[in-house]
Every structure is written in structure tokens, then in C-alpha cells.
């Protein structure tokens, strides 16, 4: 189903004379049906708190939540038909896998209850599902990290919910795991087709799995988006910095030779070229592997990092004594001189935190 | 350490060897003779069954404060949780001549009981209402922090998944409650068999119907019938150990995880 | 446009429910205490609390419990560094004993006393030529409440002592700092809260025992009957107002030892009650 949040708004009175704090400011995007979309932000933006007031587990002082256009505020939890996955997945430890899995089931009413040896099915299709067949019989404390999760997903999945909300499912597993489980639940969504909402303070998980991301930031949605539109226009230097590293360089904009360019404080950086921007001051920010280092064009010295992920990792240092790393893009090869400048020509340029044109 | 196998010798373990001891003074025999006494398995059986009717009775009574104590965040919590102790501030002496006059026929309680027929003090009803009194706290304070730590994700995955509230409580929430309530069940029924001032007084005493073992014993040294009164308290020495080993037993498993599971 | 509260079951229920538990079996008593007390004005009650079998039992009371409660009080310290700073074989045993009084029938726990001081008792015929009474008179009611008291202070103490672990009082020890230097200004200012409760929790049980010292004390009024004790002989022969002016002054004696304590505790932001001490 497609959900649309309308300027939710969640305050919380500030006590003993302190201001109200709003937890969230009014809220507003739409997931269409079958997408995966990210809630993603530094801890304290809201995004469980959002993620909560969806499943209705946490009220809210004004706005709406509309599941296929239709008002949830007068169901009641339990009538939704929300899959929620926990940070701490929250299994029932004194039941075996199969009766957690089995538990959505088990306790409608015996008129709509399927049979038990459909119920059984149903859990022995779901364990298939999860990759744990023959676990059914297995106690949660049995269970790894990964499996726990997998399992929280499994019993979600079970009443056959129309929305599935996870509420940072990754973040209690290691690293290798963590990658596994998120590709793996990737390829979950995309053989279900079942509209997902993530909540997560890692901006490559996001980058990884969801299709859709909403960037927050203090209770408020600071941008909505794919990630490379995220990437290309940047609303604020924010958003820049959480999806990514990045590089900065502060200068001003003028117009030299009838044309208005952008001149970088560091003299190492060459100007470059921009359109529509009046004059001022401004800052450059890019990635990495957005920056090419020219020859002849500065002062500043080089040296090899080695690679990552087949680039080339290079540290650079300025005269005045600035260093940063960049990388060289695939087919560049490492400049010949020892000297070099900076090519920033595709940073996009900020002023007072708002973006003012993107590079071509 | 000499202080401490000295001060524990002298005041534990002598005279607790002395009770251990005694019963076999005058020989196996006459230990025997005195188990052939059916007024000490009458109060024994009293004892056992008005505590274990009292623990039991506190179990639901229990459940419910401990669940206020620990998740309803209302004004006067803090003097509802300084209340549960009371029954153990208050000298048992205290807690027997109240307890006597509130369900007395002419008490508050006792009074409006006779005009429906209910007859409490003087009767077995009376050990249980005085043990119930004693052992409500023990109840309470076991099952309270079991609760406290209960993550209330659970609930709230329960109520996702669809379950009504009588379903969270009954499949969610009461299992994992299960091994605190047989601990607060075992202390309070361990402390129930030697209950002693806040029963006799309400419990009317008659041999064979409201007498509890403690008093027994009373009884029994009175008649300076040493070696009758000795096996008495043995069998309850025996009895409340017992019942103390099975609750740090089960205590001891529930940490290691094996009924409940461990902490993901 | 707020979509209500979820937060666990419904509370508002539950704690009706629970007020009613509360004030049904947990309120009413202490309040019949006191009404029956003043059952014929404050002064009547007063005039019964002055009478001088009361004041022997009032003095005798606090006698016992002073002298329990030092005793205990010293030797639970001392236990309690030891069993907290030693590991040797058999500590887990020494700690079950140092708790069985909890567990014992206070009428056992007089009982006990009798066996070895008592006419019949071990060392009764020692004790009748040497011309020293023990059973029937007061030591043996003090025996009889350093045994029923006696886990209080070294329970409380025990695990605070363990979590403390040694690393100050080794540097203490580096530094020249003999035994009980270390005990009375290292050690025990860091406990001090838990060992001030602990006596507290002593002294609420010495005063109000009766089971034990009812056994041993021959109830002799005027000379070995405690509070506890002279309650009963007054409630027994009818004196209910004179009984229930005794049983309020030791309720209030008793409750405000654990009210201080509860509020200690509050303060040092502890929260396990009274009896979660004691299981």
C-alpha cells in the first residue's frame, strides 16, 4: 500500500519551564506502493519516532497518516496490518521459533484462524522463506544475531501485513553480517513487492537497500529523494556531508571577463565557471572522487595511499599545510609531477547553507 | 575471620546443632515414638495447607501490584511501593492482635463477614487471611523487578501482530513471569509454615482443626515435652529448607537461561 | 488529531484494582491500630503506656535491641569484609549459614536456645549449680534476637563490599595503611550508607520479635516480658485499649526504623525494598 504522512506534527511540553520540543515538525512525503524507502538521519532526528507513530504505537499532536489514501488514525494498532521489525526484535523467548513465527496466527479468533495443519504450512513456507528450514523447533536463545532478525521478519511477515516497517534492523549485527542480511532483505523485498519503511542512522545502508530516501534531520524532513538526485542537489551541505564524505573549500563567486565564476580561497584550487550566481561569498563541497589533481596548475605535494575498492587513495598537502585525501577516478593515473593543483569544478557551491547551482 | 567462625558458631551453628542433635538424645526409639502423633500432623497439615492456600491466593493479588508498581506511572506510586513492606515493618505481634480484631466478630471486617455467614477468625480461614497478610511483599518484590526488566516491545509486537490485551497478558507477558512467581510463591509459603505472632491470635488454636505447628511447638514445651516439640521443629526446619534450596535452585536456572532463555 | 496512548495494557484498571488490594489488606490494619488505641481518648492511652509493667517492657525493649543490634552490628561488618574480600573453599557455605536465621521458624529460633540453656536443656544442670540463668531471663532473650537478627547487617553490607572489590584498599595497603585503619577509613565510609540500613533493619526486628522470645522468655511481667510480649498478656486478658497503645508506640518505633531507611535508600538511589532484602 502507498502511505502518505501530512504535516505530523509531535510535541512533547518541556518541563520545568523549558520550551516545548517538537519530536516532529511537520512531517510530509509519500512512499508509493511497493517502493523500499529509508528514514535515515543522525540519532535524535525522529525517525523512530515517525516509524512508531505509523504503526500507531506513539500518538502524534496534529497532521495525518493516509494508508491508499485512507485516514489510519482510527484503526487501532492491532487492526492495521503492520509487519514491524524491532532494534531488539523483541521475540518471545519463552516460545519456540515456529510459535513466534506462528503467533499472528494463533491468536485471531477461531472464525478466521486458519486450520492448524495451515498454520503449520504457513510457518514451514516462512522458515523456507527466511533460509531456516528445520529451525522451527529451535528457542531464540538457540539463535545467532542473524537469525534472530530473520525470524522478527518471518513471525512480521506472517499475518501477511500490508506494510512492512523495520526500525534499525541491522544495527545490532556485525559488519560482515550486516551486509549479508541487508542485501539479503533487498532481494526479500524485491520478490514480495510489499511496501517497506527503514529507519536507519547509516547512510550506505540506506544507499544499499532503499530506493527512496527521506533525509531528517532535528524532527523535520530536510529532503526526500533517490540517492543519486540526494547526491547531485543536495538541498543543504548536511545532507552533502551525512551521505557522504566530502571536501570543502570556501571562496567567493565574482564576475571575471564578463563571465561569473567561483574562486576558491586555496590557491591551489583552480576557478572554475558557474551560471546564475550573484556575487559573494560561497562554499565548494564534493566528493572524493569528484576532485582531479592537475599539473603545473599548483603547489601543493602528493603521495600514494594505495587503493580501496579499486581506486586510488592519494593524500594531499597544501603549502599551508591543509591535507586530504581524494580518489582517483578509474582510467586517471597518478600525476606524474610532484607538484599539483586541484580541479573543483564539479563541487556543488553553497551559500548560508542552502544550495546555489549545481556543477554540470 | 576468627570473628566471623566465632560469631556465627556461637550463635548459629551451636544452637541450630543442639536442634539437629536433641531429637536423637534418648534414642532412635524414642525419636521415633514421638513422629507417632497425630496432633503434630494435624498442625503440620494446617500449617502447610493455610500457607500454601495464602501464597496461592496472593499470586493473582500480587501479579496485579507488582504490574502497577512496575508500568502505570500514576501519582502516589512511591507510597503504594512503601506500603507493600508494611506487613514486614510491622512487629508480627502488632500485625496478630489486628488482624484478630479487624475479622473478630465484632471487628470491622469480622462483623460485616457474619452477616453473610462467613466465619473468619477462630477458624483455618483466619491463619490464612494473617498469612496472607505476611506474605503479600514477598510476592510483590519477586515478581516487580522481573517485570521492570520485561521489554515493553514485546507488548507492543504482540498488539502489532494483533493480539488483544487479555492475549499479551496471558501469552506474553505471564510466561516469562512464571519462575519469579513460583520464587515469591516459595518464599512466602516458606515463611508461612513458621509464621508465628500474627496467626496464633486469629486462628482461635483448637488442636485438630485451627492449630498451626509453631504454636504446637509452644504448646508441647509447656507440657515440658522437649523431645515433642524438637522433632516439630526439625520437620519445619527441614520444610522450610527445603522449599528455600528449590527457590534458589530455580533462581539459579533462570539466570543461566534455561527456563526463560537468555538476553539476546 | 491524537491517535491515543499504547504504551503496555490499560493501566488505569489495573491500578484501581491495586488501591483497592492496597487499602482492603494493606491499610486498613494500621489504622484499627490506632483507632483502638484512642479507643478511649489520647490520654488513656498514654496513662496505659506508663503503667509499670509497660515501662519495664518498654526499657527491657530497648534494652535488647541496643545491645543486639552492637553486637550484630560489629560482628556482620567483620563478616562481611571477610566473606567479601576472601576466597576460600566453603565461602558460599559460610554465606547460606550466615542467612538460615532468615528461613527459621522464630518459634525454632527460641526453641534452639532452650535446648542447650533450658532446665532440660545441654548445659541446664551446668547452668543450675553455677546459679546463672540464661533461659527465662534476659540474656536468653537476647540470645534469642541476635539469632533472628543476626543475617541484617552482614547482608546488606555483602554485596556492596564485593562490588567495591579491592583496588583501594590495596593502595591503602601500598601506602602503609595498617588493617584497621583501612577497615574504619577506607572501607567503611564507602559503605556507610548500606551498613546505617542494615542496622536499621536490625534494630526493626529486635524490637518487634516475638515468636523466639516468647519461647525463651518465661513470660514473667514486669521482669522478662518485652513489647511484643506484654502486648500479648494484655491483649489476652481483655486490656484491648492498654494492648493496642503498646502495639501502636512499637508499630510507630518499628515503621519509622524502615520509613529512615526507605528514605536513606531513596537518596541513594537504590530501589530494592525492604524485602527484596530478604529473599
Redo the contacts between chains.
Sequence with gaps: MSVQIDSLTRRISGRSGKPDQLLLDSVSFTVEDGSFAALVGPSGAGKTTLLRAIAGLDPYQSGHILADGQAMENLNPRERRIGFVFQSYALFRHMTVARNISFGLDILPASQRPSSDEIKRRVEELLELIGLPNMGGAWPHQLSGGQRQRVALARALAIQPRLLLLDEPFGALDPVVRRRVRSWVRDLHERLGLTTILVTHDQDEALAVADFLVVMQNGKVVQTGDGTSLDAHPRTPFILEFLGETLTFPGHCTIQDGQAVFVPDDANAMSFPVSNISPGPAEAMLRPHEMLLVEEKGTATWRSLGNRNGLSRIEARTTEGRHFEVLLPPGHTPPADARVGFDVSKARLFRNGHLLNVAE | MGVLMLWLGLLVLLPLSALILRPWQDGTAAMLATLHDSRMFAALGTSFSCAALAALANIPAGLILAWTLARVDLPGRRIMDALIDLPFAIPTAVTGITLATLYGPNGWIGSLLAKIGIQVAFTPAGIVIALMFVGLPFIVRSIEPVLRELPLDLEEAAMLLGARNWQIALRVILPPLLPATVTGFGLAFARGIGEYGSVIFIAGNKPFFSEIAPLLIVVRLQEFNYPGATSIALLLLIASLICLIAVSFLRRHVSRGLIVGDTP | ????????????S??V???M??IL??????I??FA?ALHSGFVAAIQNLLMPDALMAIRLTLFITVIAVSINAI?GT??AW??SK?RFPGRAL?IS??E??I??????SG??????F?A???WGDFLIRHNITIAFAWPGIL?AT??VT?PYVARTLLPLMEQQGRDTEEAAALLGAGFWHILLHITLPEARWALVSGILLTT?RA?????AV??ISGHIPGMTET???H??TL?NSYQ?VA??SM?AL??MM??G???VR?LLEARSHSTS????D??
Design positions: 488529531m491524537s491517535n491515543g496512548r499504547t504504551k503496555g495494557l490499560p493501566g488505569l489495573l491500578a484494582m491495586s488501591w488490594i492496597v489488606i494493606l491499610i486498613i490494619p494500621p484499627l491500630i483502638e560482628c567483620l563478616s571477610a566473606l576472601y559460610l549459614l550466615i538460615l536465621p528461613s527459621v521458624s522464630p518459634v525454632v526453641l534452639i536456645w532452650l535446648l542447650l533450658g532440660q536443656g545441654w540470645l541476635l539469632f543476626f526493626a524490637m518487634g520479635e516475638f515468636g516468647s519461647v513489647m511484643p510480649l502486648i500479648e491483649y484491648s494492648a493496642f502495639a512499637l508499630a518499628a515503621m526504623t524502615v520509613g526507605a525494598g525492604v524485602v527484596s530478604l529473599t
